[in-house]
């Protein structure tokens, strides 16, 4: 055993990737590159998908079972835990091959940050396994260049304002714990649409782009506080092309959640309980004939679960 407390031989990790929620999104400024940047609360949730990386000799390899269809999660090379094992062995030089399974619980494509959680672990297990651990700082500038959201998800932060593209994170007091409600539409929204539409919507207005204003700290100490700053941009321009979002928020609301949003560019729509939880919770059975949504029961974090080293 090092000093350090890590097992010197040890070449398989285990971690838990927890979904997250978007809490406010605000779509900022386009750059020349291309990238928005963005304005965004990150709430990681208790639900969290299962994940083993395996360090090997030359071999690379993943493996994804659970809720969902393999086939959701497309080719290999493009799957973000792939490619998060694939870009820190580029940027480190180690490790030379690795062997990653998934156990999915976290629905695909749905704006819960699943395949981001799960690149997010794969940085945090590497780390913990590297003889040369590069810290929390470059891992997070490693996640950048996979996509907003993981940053925040490479991090043992519960709750973070994040800005820029993703990679600036000031960490947060998480607010009291509650169950959250989340509602899973019939349908993904692939989130280069959900920018083009948003675009579009925002020309036709005049407005480019939309400049945030500044957050006082203590509007971030309650779910009273936090309901009143809640707002996605992708919301309406995804809710007119969906209608079936603005009658599940709608369905949310009258049940008494003081939270009720879509995360990230979609589709899930999430609902923080009342404290007591004492709610009758609707059917979600759309009348516009469309199949029932998804509906599953998770909490907010109260931590972010540690990399456990070993089989």
């Not at 959701?72 to 973000?80: M, S």
Request: aromatic letters at 6%; hydrophobic letters at 50%.
């Amino acid at each position: 055993m090092s000093a350090d407390g890590r097992g010197e031989a040890s070449r398989v990790a285990r971690v838990a990737a927890q979904a997250k929620v978007n809490l406010r999104l605000r779509i900022l400024a386009r750059e020349a590159s291309g990238y928005h940047q963005i304005e965004t609360l990150f709430l990681r949730l208790a639900l969290a998908d299962d994940v083993v990386v395996r360090i090997t000799d030359g071999a690379r390899a993943l493996d994804a079972s659970g809720s969902v269809d393999s086939r959701q999660l497309g080719p290999v090379e493009r799957n973000l835990a792939w490619r998060a094992a694939s870009t820190y062995a580029a940027e480190t030089g180690w490790p030379a091959g690795f062997a990653i399974e998934l156990t999915k619980r976290i629905p695909v494509g749905g704006g819960l940050g699943g395949g981001s959680a799960d690149a997010g672990a794969v940085l945090r297990a590497l780390d913990a396994l590297s003889p040369a651990p590069v810290g929390a700082a470059a891992l997070r500038t490693i996640g950048g260049a996979l996509g907003a959201d993981v940053p925040f998800l490479t991090t043992t932060a519960v709750f973070a304002l994040a800005w820029g593209r993703g990679e600036r994170l000031l960490e947060l007091s998480a607010p009291p714990q509650r169950e959250l409600l989340l509602v899973v539409p019939p349908f993904g929204v692939n989130t280069a649409d959900a920018y083009g539409w948003l675009a579009a919507s925002r020309a036709s207005s005049g407005a480019s782009s939309f400049i945030a204003d500044p957050i006082e700290s203590a509007s971030l100490s309650s779910w009273d506080s936090l309901a009143a700053l809640a707002v996605n941009d992708f919301e309406p321009v995804v809710a007119a092309r969906h209608p079936m979002i603005t009658w599940i928020v709608e369905r949310l609301r009258e049940v008494g959640s003081p939270l009720a949003a879509m995360s990230g560019s979609g589709s899930t729509v999430f609902g923080v309980l009342p404290a007591d939880g004492r709610v009758e919770l609707p059917k979600f059975d759309f009348a516009g004939g469309a199949p029932a949504p998804r509906v599953l029961l998770t909490r907010s974090a109260e931590c972010v679960e540690p990399v456990v080293l070993g089989e």
